[in-house]
């Protein structure tokens, strides 16, 4: 079995949601309180909680609680190892069609 990272695991993980992803586009445009963001997204308070800590634990969002409020804000996270991956699989996935590609010419030339 092919081990990953688990920092992959975690960031995939978190990202795999798109109510996370969509946490992070708003909170791309500005920080926002947890109770803010439960009411843009139409969820529950412990159901952002649960949101926000995934996000959390993966690095791309941090919190502060300022008073009686959770302010969260984008993490330090940049994905660089995320995206060097995509890469990676997309380069793979683009010499597998450049093979079939040049197979099939080579056979429809044979006809």
Known sequence: MVQYSRRLDTAFGALADPTRRGILERLGRSDAGITELADAFDITLTGMKKHVGVLEAAGLVTTEKIGRVRRCRLGP???????????????????????????????REKQ
Do not use: K, P
């Open 77 to 107: 996270r940049r994905l660089d190892a995320e995206t060097a991956w995509i890469d990676a699989y997309r380069r793979m996935l683009e010499g597998r069609l450049n093979r079939l590609g040049d197979f099939l010419e080579r056979t």
